[in-house]
C-alpha cells in the first residue's frame, strides 16, 4: 500500500497569480508546484506579478485557487 504525499505547508513559486490564488507557471516551477499545493493543508504562493480578477486566461491557470490560502508579491532582485 503506498500512501500519498502529505504536508503542513507548501511553499511554491509561481509566475503571475490572481488575489483568489490562481497560478501561472514558468519552465520547471510547474513540476512540482501543482503536486504540493494540492498536498498540502496551508499553500502560500510566492509570485512575480499579482494580476487583476479576470487578468488570467482560464486555459494557462496551472493551480486553481481552492488549493491556495497565502499570495504573497516579491519584486526581482536587482
Known amino acids: 500500500l503506498e ?4 504536508a ?5 513559486k509561481a509566475y503571475k497569480g490572481d488575489r483568489w490564488g490562481n497560478l501561472v507557471y514558468r519552465k520547471s516551477a510547474r513540476n ?3 503536486i504540493m499545493a494540492m498536498a498540502a493543508d496551508v499553500t502560500i ?4 506579478e499579482v494580476v487583476e480578477l479576470g487578468g ?3 486555459e494557462h ?3 486553481p485557487g481552492i488549493f491556495v490560502q ?3 508579491q516579491v519584486q526581482p532582485a536587482q
Open 61 to 63: 491557470i496551472i493551480t
Open 45 to 48: 504562493a510566492q509570485v512575480s
Open 70 to 72: 497565502h499570495v504573497v
Open 32 to 34: 512540482f508546484g501543482p
Open 56 to 58: 488570467l486566461d482560464p
Open 8 to 12: 503542513d505547508f507548501a511553499l511554491i
Open 3 to 6: 500512501y500519498p504525499i502529505k
